[in-house]
């Protein structure tokens, strides 16, 4: 179900059940984490994940789950979030492509990714009004902080779901695209972040996850930036980039 594909240093992670709409059992998070696991060994300097057929995915899969005898901590405490917690610390840029169904673990995917480039088609919004359920994976976090309280609670009680127009337009993912287009503006962008200087921008990855999980004020970041300026003074790629501003040339970076 999860396959795994590394092209000039970019790693592209597909979920492959279509017919189920990519939605994850325990064995296909155990696939998501030895991707991720494979990919950061090989070196790869960005990362495209992405589902295979109409959605994204469309969360758990529920169809073999009997409620009275659920492990939900066992699956979302012991599998999905450890998960989640890899994806984000992914020591290079991360990309993710949305369209379809974006629900439940498949949004806490999409969370756990540095940019998301999303469909038309997209559907992203709380759908367990119909199980008796939560959201979960993030989303709570993720809704509340770009949405608002007022929305977030209108989003979980109606289930009503947004597109991925309106999930753009409202501040929650990157970019918006044509169906037919989102695929490769996603892969062009990985290829051309995995040509850059890799190494700078995991520092800025690294210093937005502290400023956002720490809530550091502005002078605390600023000391934070200018520590990851120092430190990639020592990098080849700092070095490159000032040489080839002076001798106006295209920059050559390499990661270090």
């Known amino acids: 179900m999860i396959e795994l594909t590394i092209h000039d240093g970019v790693a592209t992670v597909v979920l492959n059940a279509p017919a189920k709409l990519n939605a994850l059992d325990e064995q296909a998070l155990h696939g998501l984490d030895v991707a991720y696991e494979e990919a ?8 495209v994940l992405r589902g295979q057929g109409r ?23 012991g599998l999905v979030t450890p998960l989640l917690q890899r994806m984000s610390r992914f020591p290079a840029p991360t990309f993710a492509v949305a369209h379809g169904a974006c629900l439940g673990v498949g949004l806490g ?30 989303g ?19 289930g009503r779901l947004m597109n991925g127009t309106e999930a753009v337009a409202s501040g929650l993912f990157s970019r918006v695209f044509p169906d037919d287009e ?41 000391d934070i930036e200018n520590a990851a300026q120092a430190a990639l003074c020592d990098t080849e790629d700092y070095r490159e980039g000032f040489a080839a501003f002076q001798e106006k040339r295209r920059p050559e970076f390499t990661g270090r």
């Open 55 to 77: 959605a994204f995915c469309a969360g758990r899969d529920i169809s073999d789950i009997d409620p009275r005898d659920d492990d939900v901590m066992g699956y979302l405490g």
């Open 109 to 138: 995917l999409l969370i756990a990714t540095d940019v998301v480039y999303v469909a038309e088609s997209a559907k992203i919004g709380s759908p367990f009004a119909a199980l008796g359920a939560t959201l979960d994976s993030g």
């Open 182 to 222: 989102v695929v490769e503006a996603t892969t062009d962008a990985a290829a051309a972040a995995a040509r850059g200087a890799t190494a700078a921008f995991v520092a800025s990855k690294q210093l937005i996850a502290r400023i956002r999980e720490e809530r550091l004020a502005l002078w605390e970041s600023v």
């Open 140 to 158: 709570h976090s993720l809704f509340l902080e770009r949405l608002g309280a007022h929305k977030t609670l209108d989003l979980i009680y109606t």
């Open 40 to 47: 950061e060994s090989a070196g790869v300097r960005a990362l």
